[in-house]
């Protein structure tokens, strides 16, 4: 699935604490099929957030978000979270939500400026998320070329199909 | 300016033979991949990115470690029919290093079969995999789908990281303190003190530590987020790979000059044991403070405490007792090659006769596969994490701490200063 950097992303906003754990996220321990995994994502932080999540919600997260094992994130693409916008990430989980593509954006200050059930305007070309609300504004970083370029195609297993195929088409 | 560990190690491995700096992003060379029982889940990436028939080739048939490991004897007819996957595959791919059938967990089997050496980039798709610092190699867990590009090319994207200096101070105790030692440092800077960064370990009780200690620490770098968590090579490592094997390797060290995020000094003299209360790693009290609450379950194991001085200790501290009534007190090996040596040294006898449970070696009391504790129940656990539901009940009340504090509450029922029930230490 492709990820285009270039779309404005806004979506009601679910916010979470400090140390959001991969074995809430993706508790397969527990639950061996995606079908499962998608009634249970997340419950140990917010017991309503599989049964209330709607496709294009949006994740605020403290620091250490995603911390943990691992395990990647797709259940949350899957019930239908549009981004993930987090004070800081857990390096393995930022690698995963970068390599099986979905929009992740480690971004300092985005707690003070959302609440809970509030718009957020996500825009990476412009560097900015806003509160559509409220109108406060914090700043998205810029993703090194390195990252961008696994977004640009589809995600790190896509890349390595292309290189494999450029390598050995020579 | 001088390189710190983490600097030295990724610049030469830098694709781009140049050295690096912290921040720098690069693509690196990789000397060993492990892969573990979720190898499948790599070939399905694979599939899904157009790899029809899964991956054409490994980079190199002898540098990718495959461990089945985790959960052996299969748990299910579903992990045994993918057993059978795994099997198929690694003989198609020519994978030299294959383990299939034998329990353990891969960051024991790791270096128990002489797999990683110092100054070596190893990955594998675990988070633990940063165990391996603890023979001074830069080693990390990597997602499923870098793993798959790993396996493809050798090669990965590193940022190379920050590095912090924890400098430990004070002296070994007749009991391993691995455990307290990270879990204090945890309930001080917080569960991502080290987020992103490179952990070198130092200072004056270094030389006085293990190799099973160091690897306990090493291994719980992830736990405070780091990317790295490196020891030096000393004549403790030397001697722990002399038998392990015949490859040569170049050791690393940090230059005098290098530049640390940050310094962290601990005194271990002047530590509490430590105990993390429910459900985050770095909820951490003194055990003093949580004395008194009542357990219905005792666990040592997996790859942070599963190793031969975790068990010694719990086997030592029991002679002579009885594990209190009502309490399971769990045992996991963290491999056959701990299992056995245990085995000789009399201590699984120990254990079976003061009323602990011996379970195979593997991954299971640290997940909810082996042991689930029920609504309500409380377990102390010298395992990985106490992460909310994680050994089964959301209800569940999850603590963790060091192999003897683990062993002083299975033997009081409760939550207790170990030198309150173990006169002898």
Redesign the interface.
Known sequence: MKFDLNRVIRGRVWKFGD?V?T??IN?F??Y?TMEELKKHTL??FRPEFPKEVKPGDIIVGG??FG????R?ATVLREVGVAAIVVE?A???FL??TI??PMPIFVTPGINAIVRDGETLEIDYQANRARNVATGAVVAIPKF???IERIYECG???????Q??LAETAR | MGQTIAEKILSRHNLAQQPVRAGEFIGARIDGAMCHYQFMDIHRLAVDAGFKEGFPRVWDTERVFLLVDHHQPALSQAYADENILIRKEAQRLGIKYFHDAEPGIAHQMMPDYGYVRPGELVVGNDSHTIAYGALNAGSTGMTRADTLYVLLFGEVWFQVPQSVKIVLEGRQPNYPIAKDIILHLAGLYGDDFAQNMAIEFTGPLVPQLSIDSRMCLATHGVEVAAKFAVFPCDGETCEYLRMRTAKPYEPVAADADAVYEKEIVLDVDEMPFAVAKPHNFGNVRPVDEVAGIKIDQAQIGSCSNGRFEDIEIAARMLKGRKVAKGVRFVVSPSSQQVYLECMKAGLIQQLVESGAHVVTPGCGICQPKVGYVSAGEVCITATTRNFRGRKGSLDAQLYLGGPLTVTAAAVAGKIVNPKEVFDEI
């Open positions: 140390s754990d074995d809430s508790p321990y527990k061996s419950e140990s620091r250490n911390c943990g094992s691992h990647p800081s857990s390096r393995l690698r995963n390599a099986l090194p070329p390195t995600g790190l297993p896509q890349l390595a199909r290189r494999y």
